[in-house]
């Protein structure tokens, strides 16, 4: 949801900032064979569609390897590369419970 929204927030600055015609200076017109001071339709090409899916597949595929490659996760189970012992692991001599042995003891 908060992608999407942002998303729809630059939408609305871009788009809203290249249809409505910006007074740069008062008092003057601008004139140019380009629809200056209209509100025009946009509808974005083929190219610019294959720039923002390429865009988002770059960074999924960017994701993905930094995922595989770093070590985000352990690979063992009850191993902590980074301490050994903490206040927050139990001793070797405690049963280990999971959350639902815990609820129905």
Known sequence: MVIIGGLCHLY???IGAQAYPLRLVSGY???????DGEITPYLPTLPEFALGIGGVSLALLMTMVAV??????????????DRT????TLPDSL????PVERLHQ
């Open 85 to 88: 012992r903490t206040s927050h």
């Open 29 to 35: 017109r601008v004139n140019s064979g380009f629809y």
């Open 68 to 81: 595989r490659v770093l070590p985000f996760l352990p690979t063992e189970p009850g191993h902590c590369p």
């Open 12 to 14: 609305v600055i871009i």
């Open 95 to 98: 049963p280990r419970r999971t």
